[in-house]
């Protein structure tokens, strides 16, 4: 009997229990129906959690304020019934003052807010505008995208985006572009110049040259004092050697441009170009080794008058008493510095037992005209080298060179694989 009684004052506390929850649930239940406050009942593992929030109406008013756009809503006829303080700023006029008046009367074109209108019934709804500020005295570019509110709201919601600061960039593109344009045009100018300047230099030019060179051939030496005779000889070493000049000047120039590449079999062109300067060969007893070489995708021409140059300068600048020995062929290792590591390259070696330079000097052989011995103990023009790299450069590929006084030189072809 004592038992029973227990178990019914167990079941009456858990009543008045449920009681107590049921009656706070339905407090919040209606509370929430009231709209006294907004809440929302969580239940996480079977418990349940009650979080508070602020009233919606408030925290859509705080997000459009805080809006980097002007935010307006309208009626039918663009009365302005609401906009946040950014739509103020950028009309340097109050809120307050902005509320009650009409869109239209801060266009600078106010006939177009009735476009504006017709055009939401096609579905355009964005538009680039231009608005007044400040009473009027000054205006700016802004973006303007508008809403229907209907049916929940007679009215129509604004975002305006000011576009200052756009068009004043795309204003400075435009002018950057068209500058570069000038340049282009005038850089085009000039390269049609510089094409007459080389015919000029390369016919015109050559003409008197060859007829100096002709004619101090034709004066028989023996017949003039030895002064007159050797005045005679330095005047023809000098054309003969501004004849040079001028050919290596427009050999120069042709190279400045990219020619249409197609395979080319380096082995092919180093066998031709042994061929041209076998002369030149047999008369320093040179020897020159050739291993294996790729196929690569190149201008021939081109090719040829890199190797040329190369072979010519190792063998040019031999030592007195020893045979050239130059040694092309294929380096697998491309552990070095190139500019683009991003491509693969196929690396070439032109090394020779020559003089050699010093370090300091490797920076300036490419550059033309440069000269690192006298003319009378070296010929040429201080050309060869700026060609290969020009060529190097119209192939997007790298040329660089290593080199040890007394031992030789060695220079490094990358080619891209393409």
């Given at each position: 009997m004592k038992d029973k009684d227990k178990n019914i004052d167990r079941l009456l506390a858990e009543i008045a229990t449920l009681k107590e929850e049921l009656f706070e649930s339905n407090s919040?239940?209606?509370?929430?129906k009231q709209g006294d406050v907004d809440a929302l009942v969580v239940h996480n593992n079977g418990v349940p959690q009650l979080y508070s929030l602020e009233t919606a109406d408030y925290t859509y008013r705080l997000l459009i304020e805080k809006f980097r756009q002007g935010a307006l809503s309208i009626?039918?006829?663009?009365?302005i019934l609401y906009c946040n303080d950014y739509f103020s700023k950028l009309t340097g006029i109050s809120s307050e003052m902005i509320i009650g008046t009409y869109l239209h009367e801060y266009f600078d074109n106010p006939a177009q807010f009735v476009q504006l209108i017709e055009a939401m019934e096609y579905?355009?709804?964005?538009?680039?505008?231009?608005?007044?500020?400040?009473?009027?005295?000054?205006?700016?570019?802004?973006?303007?995208a508008l809403t229907d509110l209907e049916p929940a709201v007679e009215a129509i919601g604004i975002v305006i985006t000011d576009l200052t600061e756009k068009k004043k960039h795309e204003g400075a593109l435009i002018q950057h572009q068209s500058e570069l344009e000038e340049k282009i045009t005038e850089l085009n100018r000039i390269n049609s110049n510089l094409k007459e300047f080389i015919h000029v230099i390369s016919h015109d030019l050559k003409e008197p040259?060859?007829?100096?060179?002709?004619?101090?051939?034709?004066?028989?030496?023996?017949?003039?004092?030895?002064?007159?005779?050797k005045s005679l000889s330095v005047m023809?070493?000098?054309?003969?050697?501004?004849?040079?000049?001028?050919d290596d000047l427009v050999q120069y120039s042709s190279h400045t441009a990219q020619l249409e590449r197609t395979e080319v079999d380096l082995n092919s062109v180093i066998s031709e170009v042994v061929d041209d300067l076998e002369i030149s060969i047999?008369?320093?007893?040179?020897?020159?080794?050739?291993?294996?070489?790729?196929?690569?995708q190149a201008s021939r021409v081109q090719m040829r008058q890199l190797f040329a140059n190369l072979i010519t300068n190792a063998i040019k600048y031999s030592k007195a008493d020893t045979p050239p020995l130059i040694q092309i062929y294929q380096d697998d290792n491309i552990n070095t510095d190139i500019p683009?590591?991003?491509?693969?390259?196929?690396?070439?070696?032109?090394?020779?037992?020559?003089?050699?330079?010093?370090s300091g000097h490797l920076l300036k052989i490419f550059t033309i005209f440069q000269r690192l011995h006298a003319k009378n103990e070296y010929s040429g023009n201080g050309i060869g080298l700026a060609i290969c790299k020009k060529i190097m450069e119209n192939h997007s590929g790298t040329i660089t060179v290593e080199s040890t006084p007394n031992e030789g030189t060695t220079f490094n072809l990358y080619f891209p694989i393409l």
């Amino acid at each position: 009997m004592k038992d029973k009684d227990k178990n019914i004052d167990r079941l009456l506390a858990e009543i008045a229990t449920l009681k107590e929850e049921l009656f706070e649930s339905n407090s919040i239940v209606n509370a929430i129906k009231q709209g006294d406050v907004d809440a929302l009942v969580v239940h996480n593992n079977g418990v349940p959690q009650l979080y508070s929030l602020e009233t919606a109406d408030y925290t859509y008013r705080l997000l459009i304020e805080k809006f980097r756009q002007g935010a307006l809503s309208i009626s039918k006829d663009g009365l302005i019934l609401y906009c946040n303080d950014y739509f103020s700023k950028l009309t340097g006029i109050s809120s307050e003052m902005i509320i009650g008046t009409y869109l239209h009367e801060y266009f600078d074109n106010p006939a177009q807010f009735v476009q504006l209108i017709e055009a939401m019934e096609y579905g355009i709804t964005t538009h680039e505008i231009l608005l007044k500020s400040e009473s009027g005295k000054k205006t700016f570019p802004a973006y303007i995208a508008l809403t229907d509110l209907e049916p929940a709201v007679e009215a129509i919601g604004i975002v305006i985006t000011d576009l200052t600061e756009k068009k004043k960039h795309e204003g400075a593109l435009i002018q950057h572009q068209s500058e570069l344009e000038e340049k282009i045009t005038e850089l085009n100018r000039i390269n049609s110049n510089l094409k007459e300047f080389i015919h000029v230099i390369s016919h015109d030019l050559k003409e008197p040259l060859r007829k100096i060179v002709m004619h101090s051939e034709r004066i028989q030496g023996n017949n003039l004092i030895e002064t007159d005779a050797k005045s005679l000889s330095v005047m023809k070493l000098s054309a003969l050697r501004l004849n040079s000049l001028i050919d290596d000047l427009v050999q120069y120039s042709s190279h400045t441009a990219q020619l249409e590449r197609t395979e080319v079999d380096l082995n092919s062109v180093i066998s031709e170009v042994v061929d041209d300067l076998e002369i030149s060969i047999t008369d320093k007893n040179a020897q020159i080794k050739i291993n294996k070489l790729p196929v690569i995708q190149a201008s021939r021409v081109q090719m040829r008058q890199l190797f040329a140059n190369l072979i010519t300068n190792a063998i040019k600048y031999s030592k007195a008493d020893t045979p050239p020995l130059i040694q092309i062929y294929q380096d697998d290792n491309i552990n070095t510095d190139i500019p683009n590591q991003n491509t693969k390259f196929v690396k070439i070696k032109i090394k020779d037992n020559g003089i050699g330079m010093e370090s300091g000097h490797l920076l300036k052989i490419f550059t033309i005209f440069q000269r690192l011995h006298a003319k009378n103990e070296y010929s040429g023009n201080g050309i060869g080298l700026a060609i290969c790299k020009k060529i190097m450069e119209n192939h997007s590929g790298t040329i660089t060179v290593e080199s040890t006084p007394n031992e030789g030189t060695t220079f490094n072809l990358y080619f891209p694989i393409l």
